[in-house]
Nanobody, 118 residues
Framework: VQLQASGGGLVQAGGSLRLSCAAS????????LGWYRQAPGKTRDRVAR???????TYADAVKGRFTIFRDNANNTVYLQMNSLKPEDTAVYYC?????????????WGQGTQVTVSS
C-alpha cells in the first residue's frame, strides 16, 4: 500500500484546511484509513479514522471540528479541519491499517505540516 498525502500549510486560528491522502497498491483489504499527528516532542496520536464500511472515530480533541471522509472511486481519504487552533499544529500522517492472516499491518504516508498561528 502506498499513501500520498497533501494539503498541509499555514493558517490562522479559526481557519480551515483540508488534507488529502491517495491510496494505491494492494488496498482491497484495508480495514481502515486514518490520520495521525505528531507535534514536536510528543507522541504520534490518532486523530480520526474511517472504516471500510464507512463508520468513523475521532479523537476527543477534534470532535465537532474535524471530519474524515473518503472518495472510494479515487481511493482517497480526506480530513476536513475547521475551527483550527494553535494546538492543532503538528505533522499529519496518513495511515492505512490492514488485518490479514491474523496479523495487522500499518502503512504510512509522508507527513504534511499543519501550522496554526494565533
Amino acid at each position: 500500500v502506498q499513501l500520498q498525502a497533501s494539503g498541509g500549510g499555514l493558517v490562522q486560528a479559526g481557519g480551515s484546511l483540508r488534507l488529502s491522502c491517495a491510496a494505491s497498491g494492494s488496498i482491497g483489504s484495508i480495514t481502515y484509513l486514518g490520520w495521525y499527528r505528531q507535534a514536536p516532542g510528543k507522541t504520534r496520536d490518532r486523530v480520526a479514522r474511517i472504516f471500510s464500511r464507512g463508520s468513523t472515530t475521532y479523537a476527543d480533541a477534534v470532535k465537532g471540528r474535524f471530519t474524515i471522509f473518503r472518495d472510494n472511486a479515487n481511493n482517497t481519504v480526506y480530513l476536513q479541519m475547521n475551527s483550527l487552533k494553535p494546538e492543532d499544529t503538528a505533522v499529519y500522517y496518513c495511515n492505512a491499517y490492514k488485518y490479514e492472516l491474523n496479523l495487522g499491518y500499518d502503512y504510512w504516508g509522508q507527513g504534511t505540516q499543519v501550522t496554526v498561528s494565533s
